[in-house]
């Protein structure tokens, strides 16, 4: 497979409503008409009112953002209860600190940042995007341009306990730039993963995903998993549209392993009627390792979960 690349070129677009990677892939898609109805969501924002609570009970969120030499990474945060702060109905305030061994441990501040926080139990999600301000030992702190809520689809829902992990450094790592079979089979295991996509006018993004175990198919250094029904703004593809970067993250909710992969991927529209093609949409994304990190990253523990039950069935 050749090296991915975008489906438009990039261009200045308005601060407001779609970019022109989103448009292409719902022109491409047939969604141009719902997506229009929902596109208030992406005008800019300020935390305030009920998204305020929301952050502030919430212990899980992943972010995607750039190391010091400019990779794409996506990474799990997690603290008590507080440690997402609206300070300012345009500031959020992160009290957590990245494991040393963890991609964007030490990430540079003036950069653009992407955060999705999730509540599994109860099958909520909230997208904040905007500019990491601050990136001091302990705290992070976003200047907030989005914030918007997604649809419940696909969350598997789980409950999750902190637990003590060693934040000095987060137990011991694996650099790589290939899957262990180790790796492999915690992918094929998933039910969740995390999308990380960025775009050189709106900045970094992370996205949620989820199907049921053996739904990201691993074929050598390339991953891919069928498109699913969604809200039709195709955010995460309309970035890839424009940037093939891209980055996964990957959980083991039980015993806190994480697998943090950095590439590039593109979207197949012609996947109609082939093997894998789960959500009968004709779409699939193709994803290709570059640089991997493992380790025990995630300082909490899924203690219950519950599958979510209307995860298309798979079809290979």
């Known amino acids: 497979m050749s090296k991915p690349t975008a489906l438009v070129e990039p261009r200045r677009s308005a601060d407001i409503g779609f970019h022109a990677g989103e448009l292409a892939v719902q022109q491409l898609a047939g969604t141009r008409e719902e997506a229009a109805r929902l596109s208030p969501m992406l005008d800019p924002a300020q935390l305030r009112g009920g ?9 899980f969120a992943a972010m995607t953002a750039r190391d010091a030499d400019g990779r794409l990474w996506t ?25 040393d061994g963890d991609p ?20 909520r999600r909230v997208r904040v995007n905007g500019t990491l301000t601050a990136a001091d030992d302990g705290t992070l702190a976003i200047k907030v341009e989005q914030a918007y809520g997604n649809c419940p689809q696909y969350i598997h829902q789980r409950v999750l306990a902190q637990d003590n992990l060693d934040r ?46 053996g739904f990201v198919r691993v074929d050598g250094d390339r991953l891919w998993w ?16 424009v940037d093939p970067e891209a980055s996964l993250l990957f ?17 197949d529209f012609a996947a109609a009627g082939r093997p894998g093609d789960d959500g009968h949409t004709g ?31 798979l079809t290979d």
């Open 251 to 267: 959980l083991d909710f039980d015993s806190g392993h994480t697998l943090q992969l950095s590439g590039t991927a593109a979207v």
């Open 104 to 123: 964007l441990h030490r990430l540079p501040a003036g950069q653009q940042a992407g955060l999705v926080v999730v509540e599994f139990a109860a099958r």
């Open 51 to 59: 998204i305020v609570a929301f952050l502030a009970d919430r212990t």
């Open 168 to 213: 000095s450094g987060g137990g011991e790592v694996r650099r790589d730039a290939v899957l262990s079979p180790a790796d492999a089979a915690l992918i094929r295991g998933a039910d969740t993963f995390f999308l990380g996509t960025t775009n050189p006018e709106r900045g970094s993004d992370t996205s949620h995903r989820g199907g049921a175990p």
């Open 283 to 313: 779409r699939r994304a193709v994803f290709t390792l570059q640089r991997l990190v493992a380790g025990r990253l995630l300082s909490s523990r899924q203690i219950a979960d519950s599958p979510y039950p209307r995860n298309p069935a």
């Open 75 to 99: 990474s799990p945060l997690s603290g008590p209860p507080g440690f997402l702060e609206a300070v300012t109905p345009a500031t959020l305030a992160i009290h957590a600190r990245l494991p």
């Open 226 to 241: 069928p498109d699913y029904p969604g809200n039709n703004l195709f955010n995460s593809f309309g970035n890839l549209a």
